[in-house]
Each structure stands twice: as structure tokens, then as C-alpha cells.
């Protein structure tokens, strides 16, 4: 948690650094611009980076602070109380469901991919990946014994599998522009 918490607040306070630039100088290029498809910038000033009327990096700046947060307290012996790692785990799930609908908005909409936007799809996969295994774990959701042995012996298989089909999609649907740089 404290892991994913810490690189998804630098990512999206990078997003935030460079958004408040852009709109301060509307010549300013951000960093993370690269190429025609490696772009921050035109996926920042889309309209699915406000989705919520406000700049969805906002939203990545609390959650990531709170999963710090109690990430700490948990090394620090803290235990946290059952509806907290369900809401934890149901914010994860919120998370990641948002992700998803990012990537494909970034895949297939804009046709663009922000280097930052894809470590914040990064570290929420993996928040809800552990939060949901450790909840699964600690009977908190409960599940067959079957289902969790199966997880607990190839969570890493999964979790790989799960950004192994990420990087493909995004392998594939810019092929053209990747095989010009080779």
C-alpha cells in the first residue's frame, strides 16, 4: 500500500505540476510529450481528463495520500477495522474500474498514451489486486478455501497475466508507430 500509494501520488502530482503549466502558459510543452503517441499533454486537456468536472489527477492526489496513509499505520502495527479494508478494497475496485475505462478512452478514443496516466493505471491494479487478496486472506470477503489457495499460489501469474494483456492492447493498437522507431 505504501508502495503503490507513494508512486501514484508522484505521478499524478506530476500530471497536476504540468496541468497547472499548461494553463498558466498554453505554449508550455510538458515533458512527458514524446511523440504523436506518447503524449501527456493532449490526454490531460481531453475531456476524459476531467471527467468528473475537475482534473481526474485531483482525485489520484487524495486516494494515493490515504492509501500512504494507512499504509503506514499497517507497518506501523496498526490493525485496521473490517469496514475500513472493505472500503479500502471498494475504492480500490472503483479505482481500477476507472483505470480500465481510461485505457480504453486512451487506446481508442484519443489515440494517445500519457507515460503517467499508465503508472497510475499501473499502481491501482496493483492496490486492488493486494487489497482484495489481503481481504480474501483475512476472511474480511469471504471465499472458498479452493478460490483462495488458487490466488495465494499464483497471485504474481495473474497479476502478470493482467499487464502482460494491458501491454499488448497497447503493443498492437500502436504498432504502425512502434515498428518506425525500430
Not at 109 to 129: D, G, H, R, S
Request: glycine residues 8%.
Amino acid at each position: 500500500m505504501v508502495l503503490t500509494g507513494i508512486v501514484g501520488w508522484v505521478a499524478s502530482f506530476q500530471l497536476t505540476l504540468d496541468d497547472w503549466r499548461s494553463l498558466r502558459d498554453p505554449g508550455y510543452r510538458p515533458p512527458c510529450n514524446i511523440g504523436p503517441v506518447v503524449s501527456c499533454g493532449s490526454v490531460m486537456s481531453s475531456p476524459q481528463g476531467s471527467l468528473l468536472g475537475f482534473p481526474n489527477m485531483v482525485l489520484g492526489l487524495a486516494a494515493f495520500a490515504a492509501v500512504t496513509a494507512l499504509g503506514i499505520a499497517v507497518l506501523s502495527g496498526a490493525r485496521l477495522h473490517r469496514r475500513l479494508w472493505l472500503t479500502l478494497d471498494a475504492g480500490a475496485l472503483a479505482g481500477v474500474v476507472f483505470v480500465h475505462w481510461l485505457i480504453f478512452q486512451s487506446l481508442y478514443e484519443l489515440n494517445k498514451i500519457c507515460p503517467y496516466c499508465a503508472v497510475v493505471w499501473a499502481v491501482t491494479i496493483a492496490l486492488f489486486w493486494h487489497v482484495t487478496l489481503h481481504c480474501l486472506q483475512q476472511g474480511i470477503v469471504p471465499a472458498p478455501r479452493s478460490v483462495l489457495v488458487l490466488l495465494r499460489d499464483t497471485h504474481w501469474l495473474l497479476l502478470s497475466a493482467w499487464y502482460g494483456l494491458i501491454a499488448l492492447l497497447v503493443l498492437t493498437r500502436f504498432w504502425t508507430y512502434w515498428s518506425t522507431l525500430l
